[in-house]
């Protein structure tokens, strides 16, 4: 089992910038592809960034490529989710998601084993 606690959420004004952390907790969570999707009111669950668990692999939605960067620290079990020049279109609730089978089927919204509950992110303007 692996646990997911999604922090750094809240409300920020357009232009401006938040850092995600998503906390992993299992015996075999660093293992594990990790990565974030969101869902803004009204709208489906889509996906927004992936990372492999050596970190060397990532892969962006093409709505945030150049503005966020997504990251992890397998020593504190940690991804992070660094987004700059956030607009109104990126408020959402932002869920942190773990994959046994790796970043690329995150892409096509399948392989996910495990969810967080959610951070809220709202931008305003």
């Known amino acids: 089992q692996v646990q997911l606690v999604e922090s750094g959420g809240g409300l920020v004004q357009a232009g401006g910038s938040l850092r995600l952390s998503c906390a992993a907790s299992?015996?075999?969570?660093?293992?594990?592809?990790m990565g974030w999707f969101r869902q803004a009111p009204g709208k489906e669950r889509e996906f927004v960034s992936a990372?492999?668990?050596?970190?060397?692999?990532?892969y962006y939605a093409d709505s945030v490529k150049g503005r966020f960067t997504i990251s992890r620290d397998n020593a504190k079990n940690t991804i992070y989710l660094q987004m700059n020049s956030l607009n109104r279109e990126d408020t959402a609730v932002y869920y942190c998601?773990?994959?046994?089978?790796?970043?690329?089927?995150?892409?096509?919204?399948?392989?996910?084993?495990?969810w967080g509950k959610g951070t809220l992110i709202t931008v305003s303007s």
């Open positions: 990372i492999s668990w050596t970190g060397g692999i990532t």
């Open positions: 998601t773990a994959s046994k089978l790796g970043p690329g089927v995150l892409v096509y919204g399948y392989g996910m084993d495990y």
């Open positions: 299992g015996r075999t969570a660093s293992s594990y592809a």
